[in-house]
């Protein structure tokens, strides 16, 4: 035990003592978060967009109005010209399914066309004719409004309820303007966040994994290259207290940059988020260490420094980048989606937004814990069957 606390004592003091790592540790994090929301936080979406919609005819009527809504919603779906979604048709009976992969991102929102709807239309037009009062009839859409492609979708189905109303008024030759979306909305956590609500949980995610590259790696790769640990072995302190010693100083630091970083976003930035959730900093310990092993597993690779700066840059920024931290992540190729699901930052990042209340984990979170988990498991199996070979 006392072996044990001199190594993380020194390690731990020797990395406060360093600037740049005090800079790259604690104050980058801090920085990018505010460059990130002062450059992004009025950011609008243009262009073209490709929405996938879930579309389930539930009306099995003698009326064809139904078939009328579907014909609009195939009009503007590929491939046609100018089309903005991509429309999957699914059997009433697989509406559970088809909620399920709303909820986790599969597709961002599902149009129901309701058993009555048929009905409904014909007993309006009725009324209508006989100058009577009536009722509106409603589409029912399905959607994740903290999801950003989810919530545009929702707003385009919306505005294609008017195409609805036309095509009704051209093909009955009455105007009829009561077709409405009656919206039900999956997994809401909290109203819409801003992008600092939404970037926060990312950059506590990339700020520890970060820190797992930056002061594992390379001083693991030091002590490597100037065989420190070789001498470590010829001395009474066994390779345990080492390790546990080493491991435990860069936790700590870890720990005092999420509770600096969340400190700021929330008083200073104004982030909407519940820094004081257990789940979350539980979540945030389980990462550290999953990063901690990747740091060990990298340094334990390559005994350069050089080298080792060379490869975290190459593991650090695509993982980034596909773990949807900075904007979100939709309508991706299947070739790019291999790779974000292999991402430990995405499970990660989905995890703390849900932990931090900010938005609903498009992955099961036993997922968010099983794949970073096996990423543990590799780098740490790794970095001891090279350490093993490099003793033989």
Sequence with gaps: MKAFWKFFKFHLLSDLRNRRSIFWVIIFPILLLVLLVLAFSNLGMQGSMNFNVILINESGSNFDFSNKVVQVLKSMSFPNKGAVFTLTVMDPSQKSQAIEKILYGQDDILVVIPQDFDQSIARMIL??????????????????????????????????????NTFFSKTLGQSIKNITVNSK?????????????????????????????????????????????????????????????????????????????????????????DIFSIQAFLYYLFSCAVYTAMGFAI?????????????????????????????????????????????????ATNAMREFLRVSQSPTPMWMNFFVPAIWFGVSMTFALLKKSIERA
């Design 127 to 164: 009324l209508s004719k006989m100058g009577l009062k009536f009722f509106p009839v409603s589409l029912e859409t399905y959607y994740v409004p903290n999801r950003a492609s989810s919530a545009l979708a929702q707003g385009m189905i919306s505005g294609l309820t008017s195409q609805i």
């Design 299 to 347: 340094g334990m690779a390559v005994s350069s420094a050089v080298a080792v700066s060379a490869l975290s840059s190459v593991v650090n920024l695509p993982l980034e980048f596909l773990a949807g931290i900075y904007f979100p992540l939709f309508n991706l190729p299947w070739y790019i989606k291999i790779f974000v699901y292999a991402n430990p930052l995405w499970y």
């Design 185 to 273: 909305i999956l997994g809401e956590i909290m109203g819409s966040p801003s992008y600092t609500d939404f970037v926060t949980p990312g950059i506590l995610v990339i700020a520890s994994f970060t820190t797992g590259l930056i002061l594992v790696a390379p001083k693991l790769s030091f002590l490597r290259y100037g065989k420190v640990l070789k001498k470590y072995s010829t001395t009474p302190m066994s390779p345990p207290s080492f390790f546990f010693g080493f491991t435990f100083s860069r936790i700590i630091i870890m720990i005092i940059q999420y509770l600096g970083l969340a400190i700021f976003a929330v008083f200073v930035m104004e982030a909407r988020v």
